[in-house]
């Protein structure tokens, strides 16, 4: 899914600088109440848990929610906004190159089409040589081994 300057005021006043395509085929699900401020933070503050244990390529939906329940992930867009705009200075680590960085505190829901009422969650990945911003489903049908989610350090 790709991303486009956030021309709505509702996408603005919510202080995004992107939002998934059409807005209005998406209305915002959830929004972390309280993000942490990502100036205040540097990237080692950030833990990066991997969702599919060693061992196995794919967990279920069922699964996932299991796995994520009370793992406090309570970074979503603003943080992955901010990490994409300044990686030339506080650079993500390269290990993290390897899959994609759900940031599921932020969600949009797809409001029609064929995947209407999809969930869909920021996402980090690395391609063409830089980090970038899209947004990838949520809790649908599972997910692969690449797939990792983003908490502050405990």
Known sequence: MSIVPATSVRAKSLGFRYNPGN??????DKECANPPH????VITDFERIQLVDEGRVWISE???VEKVRGMDLNLGQHTAEWM????RYSPIPKIWREGYTLLPATRWRRTEGSLKGTLYVPTLYWEVGEWRLYFFPWLFKG?????HVLRVNR
């Open 143 to 147: 997910t692969g081994r690449r797939a």
């Open 23 to 28: 807005l209005e085929r998406w209305e915002l």
């Open 84 to 87: 994409v705009l300044h990686q």
């Open 62 to 64: 069922r699964d996932l």
């Open 38 to 41: 990502p100036v205040d933070a």
